[in-house]
């Protein structure tokens, strides 16, 4: 088995970072565009979740 070939999770914090505020963005311009929706809003509430645990994880350093 080739170990180089497999897919790695991204592990540069700040390009995690960005994608997870590039879906926030996202998710909050579908919220406004169709209005409040339950889902979506608990898709924004995950991201923040998860922003916030990757802040902790690399010491505030996003």
Known sequence: ???QSEHKPESD???VEGHIRSAQQILKA????I???????AAITK????????????GGLL
């Open 1 to 3: 088995m080739d170990t």
């Open 13 to 15: 914090p700040a390009k």
């Open 30 to 33: 579908l919220q406004e565009k």
């Open 35 to 41: 209005g409040e929706h339950p889902e979506i809003g």
């Open 47 to 58: 991201l923040e979740m998860a922003l916030n645990d990757l802040a902790i994880q690399t």
